[in-house]
C-alpha cells in the first residue's frame, strides 16, 4: 500500500513539474517585468488558476476542515464572504490598481503619499510574510503531509519533532527552487495544473467521505445520515461561542476578507499581471464562482471528519489528513498527496515571489541601489528569496501545538491587515489626505492591534467583544484620525491619478451583472443553511 502511494505520488508531482518547464522555459526570466509581472501576459483562465491556488492550500485544506470539525459550517464565512470582496477587487480595486502600472502595492502607496509611505509598508509586508505567513503554510503543510501519506510508518522515524523538521525543509527547498529560478509565469502554470487537481481531489474526498459515513449505500444516503447525526453542525449562522460569530461577518471577518483579495501583495500581484483590465476582471470574477464551492471541499470533509472520529480522539488540525489517509484508495492518496503538494508549492513560492518582489523593486531598488540594472534587481530578489526562505523553514516547526491553525492565522493576519486596507482606502477615495496620515495609520494600527492582542490591560478589550469586532473598531478609527488630519493638515493640491498607459483599462462589459448574481447567491447560500 505504501509503494503505491508513495509511487502515484512522486509520478503526479513530476509531471506537474515538467509541464510547467515546458510551458515556461522560453520565457523572459531576466527583466523585471518578466521575472515579476510575467510580461503583463496573463489571460482569465491562468489569473482564477492562480488566485484560487495561491489561496488554496495547507492552511485551508487542513486549517479550516479543522475549524469545521470543531464548528461546523459556520466557518464557510471566509470563503463565501470572499466571494463579496472579490466583486470589489474587479470592479473598485482593480481598475485603479492597473492605470498606475505598479507592480507592487506599496509602489501605489509611493505615487498617493510618499516614498517612506511605500517603504513602512514594504516593511511590514516583508516581517509579516517571514513570521506569519510562510512559517504557516510550510507547517500545515507538513501535518497534512504526515497524516495523508502517514509518513511516520513510510519512514520508520519515530520522533514527530524529527520528521516535522524534515517534511518542513524538503517541501521548503522545492518551493524555493520553482518561486526563485522560475518567476511569476511560471508559478501562475504550475498553480493553475494544481489548481485543477485540488479541485478534483478536493470533491473525491467528498463522495468517498460520505460513501463511509453511509457505509457504501450512496452519497446522498451519507449526506441524509450527516443532516441527522449533527444538525448543529450544518447551520450556517455561528454562535457566540464559535470562532465565526453571525455578527463578525459584517466586521472584522468582511475586512479581513477584503485586504487579503484586494490588497494583499500575495493575491494581486497575479491580478497586477493581466493582459488588460478586461482579462483581469473575467479571472477575478471566476475565482469568485469557484469560492462558491469552497464550503464543499473545505468545510464538509471537517464535518464528515467529526462525524467518523470525534470519539477518536483525534485533533482538529489533524482531522483532514486522518480523513484522507483513512477514505481515499491508495492510488488516490498518493495523487492527492501529490496534488496537497502542489497547494503547499503553491502558496510558499507565491508569497516568497510576492516577497522578493516587494524587497527588490521597493528595497533594493527603491533605497539601496537606485542606479541597478535589471539583472541585479532580478539577482537581488533570489538571493533575497533563499534567505527568507531559510528564515521560514526554522520558523515553520515551531508553530506546533496551536489550537486552530485556521484561527490563528486570521488574528495574527489582522495586525497588519487592517491598517494598510485603511490607508489604501483611504488614500484611493480622497484627494487632500497628505502622507503624514498614511503613516501614523500604518504603525499605529499595527501597533494597536498587537497591543490588544499580546499587551495587558488592552487584551481585555478583544475579549469582551471579539476579537473581530475589536479590529474593525481600529479599522473606522484609522480611517477618521487620517480624516481629520486631511482636514486639519491637507495636501497643497488635490492628489490626481494619471493613466501610466501600461494596460488597456477597457472594462469587461459582463463585470457589473457577473458581480450582481455572485452577491446574490452569497446571500442565498446562507439563507439555505440558516438553522
Not at 11 to 22: D, H, N
Not at 298 to 314: C, E, K, N, S, T
Not at 431 to 451: D, H, N, S, W, Y
Amino acid at each position: 500500500m505504501h509503494a503505491l502511494t508513495l509511487a502515484s505520488f512522486l509520478f503526479f508531482t513530476g509531471l506537474v513539474a515538467f509541464i510547467t518547464w515546458r510551458i515556461t522555459r522560453r520565457d523572459d526570466h531576466s527583466s523585471t517585468s518578466g521575472y515579476f509581472l510575467a510580461g503583463r501576459t496573463l489571460t482569465f483562465p491562468l489569473i482564477a488558476g492562480s488566485l484560487l491556488m495561491t489561496n488554496l492550500s495547507t492552511e485551508q485544506m487542513v486549517g479550516l476542515n479543522g475549524a469545521a470539525f470543531a464548528d461546523g459550517l459556520s466557518v464557510m464565512a471566509w470563503e463565501v464572504v470572499a466571494v463579496i470582496a472579490l466583486v470589489a477587487l474587479a470592479l473598485f480595486f482593480l481598475p485603479r490598481f492597473l492605470k498606475s502600472g505598479i507592480a507592487t502595492l506599496p509602489q501605489l502607496l509611493e505615487i498617493r503619499f510618499d516614498k517612506t509611505t511605500q517603504l513602512i509598508t514594504n516593511i511590514i509586508f516583508l516581517i509579516a510574510y517571514a513570521v506569519i505567513l510562510l512559517p504557516i503554510i510550510l507547517y500545515s503543510g507538513a501535518i497534512g503531509l504526515q497524516g495523508m501519506l502517514d509518513l511516520q510508518g513510510l519512514t520508520g522515524i519515530d520522533s514527530s519533532t524529527t520528521l516535522l523538521w524534515l517534511t518542513v525543509w524538503i517541501v521548503g527547498i522545492i518551493g524555493s527552487v520553482y518561486a526563485l529560478f522560475g518567476g511569476l509565469r511560471t508559478v501562475a502554470v504550475s498553480d493553475t495544473l494544481n489548481g485543477v487537481g485540488l479541485l478534483i481531489g478536493g470533491f473525491v474526498i467528498v463522495y468517498f467521505g460520505l460513501q463511509a459515513v453511509s457505509g457504501g449505500t450512496g452519497i446522498m444516503e451519507g449526506w441524509s445520515i450527516l443532516k441527522e447525526a449533527d444538525p448543529d453542525k450544518l447551520n450556517s449562522i455561528g454562535g457566540a461561542e464559535q470562532q465565526v460569530p453571525f455578527f463578525t461577518l459584517f466586521t472584522g471577518v468582511f475586512l479581513i476578507n477584503l485586504f487579503y483579495w484586494s490588497t494583499n501583495q500575495q493575491i494581486i500581484q497575479r491580478t497586477f499581471a493581466a493582459k488588460n483590465l478586461a482579462e483581469g476582471q473575467k479571472g477575478v470574477l471566476l475565482t469568485g464562482l469557484f469560492k462558491l464551492l469552497g464550503p464543499l471541499y473545505l468545510v464538509l470533509p471537517g464535518i464528515i471528519a467529526y462525524h467518523l472520529y470525534a470519539d477518536q480522539g483525534v485533533r482538529a488540525d489533524e482531522a483532514y489528513g486522518h480523513l484522507v489517509f483513512n477514505v481515499l484508495p491508495p492510488y488516490l492518496t498518493g495523487f492527492f498527496a501529490a496534488v496537497m503538494v502542489g497547494a503547499i508549492l503553491s502558496s510558499f513560492n507565491s508569497a516568497l515571489n510576492s516577497t522578493t518582489t516587494i524587497f527588490s523593486l521597493g528595497i533594493y531598488k527603491g533605497v539601496l541601489n537606485k542606479e541597478a540594472t535589471e539583472e541585479q534587481v532580478v539577482k537581488s530578489g533570489k538571493v533575497f528569496g533563499w534567505i527568507m526562505a531559510i528564515l521560514t523553514m526554522i520558523i515553520a516547526p515551531l508553530l506546533a501545538g496551536q489550537d486552530s491553525l485556521f484561527g490563528y492565522l486570521q488574528k495574527m493576519n489582522a495586525i497588519y491587515f487592517i491598517p494598510i486596507l485603511a490607508v489604501v482606502l483611504v488614500g484611493l477615495l480622497t484627494k487632500r489626505v497628505p502622507p503624514m496620515a498614511a503613516k501614523i495609520a500604518l504603525v499605529g494600527g499595527c501597533l494597536l492591534i498587537a497591543a490588544g492582542y499580546f499587551v495587558p490591560p488592552f487584551t481585555l478589550l478583544p475579549q469582551i467583544m471579539h476579537e473581530f469586532h475589536f479590529v474593525a473598531l481600529v479599522f473606522v478609527l484609522l480611517v477618521v484620525v487620517m480624516l481629520i488630519i486631511g482636514k486639519l493638515r491637507p495636501r497643497e493640491t488635490d492628489w490626481i491619478q494619471e493613466h501610466s498607459g501600461d494596460v488597456d483599462l477597457t472594462p469587461w462589459k459582463g463585470a457589473v451583472p457577473a458581480g450582481i448574481v455572485l452577491v446574490v447567491l452569497v446571500i442565498v447560500m446562507y439563507i439555505s443553511f440558516a438553522g
